[in-house]
């Protein structure tokens, strides 16, 4: 884990928040739990269902299912990290909600379940962490029962509009060669955050043996004003709690006066001024 943050929990809880205004954390956790009721919803689930959310975190998944569905179905959460099981436990204690919910410490790569186990698997912004992610998907499909469903969301991080996208060669020394570098680690083949599409996921699934993968692509374009302060947290923030900042990954091109040379003037390009970004993203539902 990094020296930035020390486990998924606090990233969850905290450092994913860190560079946003109060406005933006609202914004941010009214888009979550728009985007869980989706998952939730295309999962299509029934009283009696026996469900796993893999990956999950602080629970927003699995809590969404509970508030829903409460003790009428079998939920198991599940997260490779203990720290999430045992913040998903404090919760779930602290809450009054009637659940007949388990936990599970497991590697998607290795769910620890038998084959045909589940009704419904889900997952949020899971994948898009895992490097091997058919090794992932075929897991998933091995415990889903027969006609069992699997919904998840994942961003498309490689879509994301780029730093230099916002920029001008005039505003920046040496532009082309950080548009260079912003491209070649934001098409890593190696880095699980990069290294997959809307077509590659579609490709996982039907080598895994879902027959019917759908997935929905969707845009979200979004225009604020930018400020020097958030600027510089692009750069320092962390994707997760054991992945490089952005900074951390300009500086596997350029020695540390340069990149913060590109930080300031990035900075004062854009500082008060209107900025429009996308981002893609996509839900998927396949069946077993
Ligand atoms: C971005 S968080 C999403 C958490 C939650 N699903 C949500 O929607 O808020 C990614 C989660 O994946 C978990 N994770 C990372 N690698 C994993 C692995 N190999 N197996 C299972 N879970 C993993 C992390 O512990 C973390 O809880």
């Given at each position: 884990m990094s020296d930035i943050c020390k486990n998924w929990t606090q990233w969850l809880k905290q450092t994913r928040f860190s560079h946003m205004s109060e406005v933006q954390v609202q914004q941010t956790f009214n888009w979550l739990f728009a985007v869980r009721n989706i998952v939730i919803e295309k999962a299509n689930i029934k009283a009696g269902d026996k469900i796993i959310d893999i990956?999950?975190?602080?629970g927003l998944l699995s809590f969404g299912v509970l508030e829903k569905f409460q003790d009428s179905v079998e939920l198991i959460f599940s997260d490779k990290f203990e720290d999430c099981l045992l913040e998903c436990k404090k919760l779930l204690e602290e809450s009054n909600i009637k659940h007949n919910a388990t936990f599970l410490q497991s590697d998607c790569l290795d769910i620890k379940l038998p084959d045909f186990s589940v009704d419904k698997a889900l997952t949020r912004s899971v994948l898009v962490h895992i490097a091997d992610k058919q090794k992932a998907i075929n897991e998933i499909y091995r415990i889903l029962k027969k006609g069992g469903t699997y919904c998840a969301f994942e961003p498309i991080i490689k879509s994301n509009t780029r730093?230099?996208?916002?920029?001008?060669p005039n505003e920046i020394t040496d532009w082309r060669a950080f548009k260079e570098a912003e491209d070649d680690f934001m098409s890593d083949p190696n880095d699980p955050l990069t290294n997959f599409d809307a077509q590659s996921i579609a490709q996982n699934l039907d080598l895994a043996g879902f027959s019917d993968g759908d997935i929905d692509v969707q845009d979200t374009p979004s225009s604020y004003i930018a400020t020097k302060e958030a600027i510089k947290q692009w750069f320092d923030s962390?994707?997760?709690?054991?992945r490089p900042t952005t900074k951390q990954r300009f500086l596997k091109y350029f020695d540390e006066d340069k990149v913060n040379n590109y930080i300031f003037e990035v900075q004062n390009a854009l500082h008060n001024k209107m900025i429009s970004v996308n981002s893609k993203t996509i839900f998927i539902r396949a069946t077993k």
């Amino acid at each position: 884990m990094s020296d930035i943050c020390k486990n998924w929990t606090q990233w969850l809880k905290q450092t994913r928040f860190s560079h946003m205004s109060e406005v933006q954390v609202q914004q941010t956790f009214n888009w979550l739990f728009a985007v869980r009721n989706i998952v939730i919803e295309k999962a299509n689930i029934k009283a009696g269902d026996k469900i796993i959310d893999i990956g999950c975190g602080t629970g927003l998944l699995s809590f969404g299912v509970l508030e829903k569905f409460q003790d009428s179905v079998e939920l198991i959460f599940s997260d490779k990290f203990e720290d999430c099981l045992l913040e998903c436990k404090k919760l779930l204690e602290e809450s009054n909600i009637k659940h007949n919910a388990t936990f599970l410490q497991s590697d998607c790569l290795d769910i620890k379940l038998p084959d045909f186990s589940v009704d419904k698997a889900l997952t949020r912004s899971v994948l898009v962490h895992i490097a091997d992610k058919q090794k992932a998907i075929n897991e998933i499909y091995r415990i889903l029962k027969k006609g069992g469903t699997y919904c998840a969301f994942e961003p498309i991080i490689k879509s994301n509009t780029r730093y230099h996208e916002l920029t001008t060669p005039n505003e920046i020394t040496d532009w082309r060669a950080f548009k260079e570098a912003e491209d070649d680690f934001m098409s890593d083949p190696n880095d699980p955050l990069t290294n997959f599409d809307a077509q590659s996921i579609a490709q996982n699934l039907d080598l895994a043996g879902f027959s019917d993968g759908d997935i929905d692509v969707q845009d979200t374009p979004s225009s604020y004003i930018a400020t020097k302060e958030a600027i510089k947290q692009w750069f320092d923030s962390a994707p997760s709690p054991d992945r490089p900042t952005t900074k951390q990954r300009f500086l596997k091109y350029f020695d540390e006066d340069k990149v913060n040379n590109y930080i300031f003037e990035v900075q004062n390009a854009l500082h008060n001024k209107m900025i429009s970004v996308n981002s893609k993203t996509i839900f998927i539902r396949a069946t077993k």
